[in-house]
């Protein structure tokens, strides 16, 4: 794979990038497309999402702050991003910390195509049935080897699976992407997970025909410059403003010195 | 007009300044209320919208993630508004890009009397009548002459237009101001043109005499605290921070200074 | 009373601290809670506020953005965190401003258990039964002794009552803790009130055995990192992002330099 190519097709295609998303990190999800050069928009009334979702290169859902009615919009803009036949990502925010929230997750994998389902371990691993409980939006511990549980899903729901963690596990139950860059300040900043997912959104919506990589080179680029948004001097609450700086900035050497992958 | 002057009036005066706005920049837009000494408030509770207009100087309409539901509180607010006689500035954010954006927005400008209707050239130009798309509530591309486009939405609505842009217009149909400070970085930020609405209804609460010359004397210092942001090294994600700051600092000297006017 | 003690405990128990609040601070009332070590977590809907608030150590209910459907979540939220016997703090943000704001904060203090009522002086003047305005948010003026006033509210309510300002007052109606840190700037900032609540909920939840202390500290160190931030260059825009990095490394010798109490 080829990560900068990646890069260069998100910043030439612009892409379109439709958001049902959680309110707590809704700008950061918005920026951080931004910052790529694509387009974000935000739009959740049932009224509308079908049409957004039409004018849109890709779908990013995040039940961060859900209720029944958003994921009734949720669903209605999935159908439509399925018709069009863009990438739908779905961010299982909080599955296993609630029942709400697993049923949730289940009635969208369900009624709609996801293209990526994207979760950190705790949160994936109710997604595939196991027993485990989420701590709010932070992972709770599993027990159970997380590429297996990871492969297992996506065959199970045809659908790239990524884990987001120390090192990420992107997957489509066959192809394994290990994305080892990022930075431990990351998990004291609110909302990285979930640009995470808008950063997959983002690189899928320039690039579906491969998902596998296009997630993972996604993630590449947004873990590269949250080390240089480090190396900048970012602490926990310095971090997004300096990482969106260093994303807008992000060159082909720096991703080629940086790379960490398997 | 004198730009500086308007801006001592918001100081002195401290408008409150109550929104009806968007979840994606809802902080942003509070912010840059706050930062040039006004004070914001964010209430959209059909129950309480007209309460709270009531003891405002100014509202701030922002359909970015609208739902029918708060389409009615915003006309609530706006009938509460136009009685007490305060100005109203309605942000016809992502206009063109749904069916939903443009009937909401003509259904306020139907039902309500709106001081101040603002978006950039692809949003008014489909206020106005234009077959125009807007990709998301980023600007598509309009083939139309933009001065004569606000003057003529200006007449027909009977309020001030204003398209931002890489200048912005100001009109009331008669009258021109050109904003050509600002920076091209803003295009690369999540919130600006939410910010500039909200700037627009501060400086519309503090000097409601003459909304042309308010509203660009609004601008300008929005702009120009913009261009000092970016002189203190702001990129992307650490622009907004930093523009508050310059916001707070901003003087009569920088004002003459780096006024770039027709 | 140990301050430093206090905030060990947080980074020791690292409290689940379940919000329901406003959307324009929510970032930064998460935020702020993770840069103490602790895990936020924002969740409104109706279906799942028991089963989140039942998971946590923490409850804090906040109305900058409320609505009658809202309130309802709160209630159960509240009966909820009753049930385990956890503190629930509630910011009675913008009493005083509309008549549903202080009805729906009567009746949050009727049917539920409160905990640390916590507001600005012309905001708990309103709950305290007092006839005065606030502006929006912002606090009006109030004529009445400040600490007789949180006493009173205290002892009525049997709550612990924090007003915020200048020097913020923690009493249980017998005892009052000053907290007479922060920095000026802090009233430029959006949100700093907001902050506030979250941090008190925070140390509520490490350290619910003496709320009033736990309270205290929570100011204390809120406040200590506040004019670390100043002293780091922050203005308006910067300040949180700032503070944000100092909460993160607040250590022992700032605090024991730097606390300025009664």
Request: hydrophobic share 50%; net charge negative; aromatic share 4%.
């Amino acid at each position: 794979m080829n990560v900068y190519s990646c890069l260069e097709q998100v910043r030439e295609n612009q892409p379109l990038v439709h958001h049902l998303t959680n309110w707590v990190t809704i700008f950061d999800c918005a920026q951080v497309v931004k910052s790529f050069g694509a387009s974000p928009v935000m739009a959740h009334a049932i009224e509308e999402v079908a049409d957004m979702a039409s004018i849109a290169s890709a779908l990013v859902l995040n039940i961060g702050t859900l209720t029944p009615e958003f994921i009734e919009s949720m669903k209605s803009a999935a159908l439509a991003a399925n018709k069009k036949g863009i990438p739908v990502v779905l961010d299982v925010c909080g599955a296993g910390a609630t029942k709400l929230r697993d049923d949730m997750c289940f009635k969208l994998l369900d009624e709609a195509k996801i293209s990526i389902i994207k979760g950190n371990a705790s949160e994936i691993a109710r997604i595939a049935g196991e027993h485990v409980t989420t701590k709010g939006v932070d992972a709770g511990a599993v027990d159970t080897d997380l590429k297996l549980l990871a492969a297992s899903l996506a065959k199970a729901r045809d659908a790239v699976v990524v884990i987001t963690g120390k090192e990420d596990i992107v997957t489509d139950g066959n192809r394994f992407i290990m994305v080892k860059n990022g930075h431990e300040v990351m998990t004291h900043v609110v909302g990285t997970g979930c640009m995470a997912a808008s950063v997959i959104g983002t690189f899928a919506g320039a690039a579906p025909q491969n998902l596998v990589e296009s997630a993972a080179a996604g993630l590449f680029c947004f873990e590269i410059a949250a080390e240089i948004a480090v190396k900048n001097g970012a602490g926990p609450g310095t971090f997004s403003s300096k990482l969106f700086d260093a994303i807008y900035l992000l060159d082909k050497k720096q991703i080629d010195e940086m790379l960490r992958v398997n």
